[in-house]
């Protein structure tokens, strides 16, 4: 696994730290496969339950490395538009996702943060989408997940100007979930992570990303019959089961972690 993608586990939260400080954490190739490589590899360890995603030093993510960019249109096709590499890992995985925006982030690296599933945000942090400013287009499915995110006005507003925006304005459109000091951001984001941990079922948490990925391009009719099936599923299921008895007992509850995935699934 290349060191620009660090792992530490504790009580089962996963905190992936993107690691090349001196750089902002721009994305290299190498690094952009071993995030998505590491976030299969933790959706399938039984021991962690929910990541955390940071970068290193005073950045979150300043986007892909700009000295990619000149090395020629074969190199980009094959390292930064593969589907292997993709910052969706992030959505696809079965786990829940928080990110830690302790700083700057830009392109590459708003994908990141869009594709995480909680977003925890410095208030020294800066944010852009910057590919208008690149000749670029809004880049891996943004178009797509930012209108679900702030609305399709302010998606449009914020692609088409490429313009930066401060923490409290992303948690006042609804890009951040919150925002605390920035010395403080990680520790909040693990803490929110052990939150989920200690009261919520990861059975809830792979069916619930499941079905908002699969719902956001159906009809309400296609997502009431995709949520009557899996009711009856999550009705049979052990965790129904664990959550009424921890109630009635008074005490936490303890739900089983989610299998390895079968060889070959996706």
């Not at 696809?92 to 995480?116: E, H, Q, S, T």
């Not at 619930?208 to 899996?230: I, N, P």
């Amino acid at each position: 696994m290349s060191d620009e993608v660090l792992v530490a586990v504790e009580a089962t939260v996963a905190t992936v730290t993107l690691n090349r400080p001196d750089k902002l954490n721009a994305v290299t190739p190498a690094m952009a496969t071993a995030y998505a490589q590491t976030l299969r590899a933790l959706d399938d360890d039984p021991d962690v339950r929910v990541v955390v995603v940071t970068g290193a030093g005073r950045g979150f993510c300043a986007g892909a490395d700009l000295g990619q960019l000149d090395q020629g249109v074969e190199h980009l096709d094959r390292h930064f538009a593969s589907p292997d590499a993709a910052p969706d890992t992030a959505l696809r995985i079965r786990k829940p996702v928080v990110a830690a925006v302790n700083g700057p982030v830009a392109g590459l690296g708003f994908a990141y943060l869009l594709c995480c599933d909680l977003r925890v945000v410095a208030t020294s942090a800066t944010l852009t989408t910057s590919f208008a400013k690149l000749g670029l287009v809004a880049e891996y499915g943004l178009s797509w997940l930012l209108p679900r995110i702030v609305g399709l006005s302010r998606a449009t507003e914020l692609l088409l100007t490429a313009r930066s925006i401060d923490a409290d304005e992303a948690l006042r459109i609804g890009l951040a979930h919150e925002v605390v000091p920035t010395e403080e951001v990680l520790a909040r984001a693990q803490a929110l992570a052990a939150g989920l941990v200690a009261s919520t079922s990861p059975a809830s948490w792979a069916a619930v990303k499941e079905q908002l990925l699969a719902d956001g391009g159906g009809t309400f009719d296609d997502s009431m019959d995709r949520a009557y099936a899996l009711m009856r599923r999550s009705f049979r299921g052990p965790d129904l089961v664990e959550a009424l008895a921890a109630r009635s007992e008074g005490r936490p509850p303890r739900f089983a972690p989610l299998p390895a995935r079968t060889a070959g699934a996706a």
